[in-house]
């Protein structure tokens, strides 16, 4: 438990990601104090974890919004009211979940997210956790051979790699934006460094990334097949299990996450809400 603290108890999940939260109750306005004990948490532990919490769309946002912008998710719509949330649903029928797989949200956009709050409703009887992996340990166990190579190159987002269109498919059929899967592509550093900490963070993601700018996709797989292997080592991961009211808020700026897909029959829903970040550098 870290004791240092005077509003909220702070609990690391793992030795490398991670800590839930406990004694606040987010659904409620919140004191400048408490919300800036929770920004330092996040910002310490890349993901925080709150249960038992009780939240409609409206006061989720209304937390969303002391850390950030929300932002519009371009491929799947929104609640009607309240269009910054996503419904993120797999049904009792869905062989394949939305987002299944490593990644960081949406890296494809120009002005990629900060984080994302996703909140529990329908969670299966067992199954469905997710993982999350810390992208300043993959950059800082790198060899300094490999830091220099990649310190200057820049990576190629695409929204339309196969395996992540594949996973939006189920949600598609039914709440589709007017969007195309190939609409998106962003470049931006192999290597970016954190707007609020100052540290490095591997930001390559195997849903997104094809490549190396200036590099063909053959030649850049190597390395990046490397990297999408080096940077889920499991020493550096948390695994969360959910259960029902439980809200998980996660730094996309260093942190990658990975929706397990274990619970085939049973309908999980999720409340997503993304908030807006920087041009990584």
């Not at 603290?5 to 702070?10: A, D, M, N, Q, R």
Request: charged share 25%.
């Amino acid at each position: 438990m870290m004791s240092d603290y005077k509003h909220i108890e702070v609990k690391p999940l793992s030795g490398a990601i991670g800590a839930e939260l406990f004694g606040v109750d987010i659904s409620k306005p919140l004191d400048d104090d408490v919300v800036a004990e929770i920004r330092r948490a996040f910002l310490d532990h890349l993901v925080i974890f709150l249960r038992d919490q009780n939240l409609e769309p409206e006061s989720q946002l209304a937390f969303a919004r002391r850390f950030g912008e929300p932002m519009i998710y371009p491929f799947v719509k929104g609640l009607e009211a309240f269009p910054e949330v996503t419904p993120v649903i797999k049904k009792e029928e869905d062989k394949v979940n939305f987002g299944g797989l490593w990644h960081s949200d949406t890296t494809y956009e120009q002005i990629p997210p900060l984080g994302s709050m996703l909140y529990a409703r329908q969670i299966p009887p067992v199954g469905g956790d997710t993982e999350f992996a810390n992208m300043y340990l993959a950059y800082e166990t790198l060899s300094e051979g490999m830091k220099r190579l990649l310190d200057p190159l820049i990576a190629v987002n695409m929204s339309g790699k196969g395996r992540v269109s594949n996973t939006r498919a189920a949600m598609r059929e039914t709440a589709a934006t007017d969007k195309t899967e190939d609409s998106y592509i962003a470049e931006h550093p192999a290597i970016r460094v954190h707007p609020e900490t100052g540290r490095k963070a591997l930001y390559v993601n195997g849903a997104h990334t094809t490549n190396f700018k200036g590099m063909s996709v053959e030649e850049s797989a190597p390395i990046l097949e490397f990297l999408f292997r080096h940077q889920i080592r499991p020493e550096f991961t948390c695994r969360f299990r959910w259960e029902v009211g439980s809200l998980a808020f996660w730094d996309n700026r260093c942190a990658q996450h990975n929706p397990l897909n274990d619970y085939h029959g049973y309908r999980r829903e999720m409340h997503r809400v993304t908030l807006r970040g920087d041009k990584p550098v």
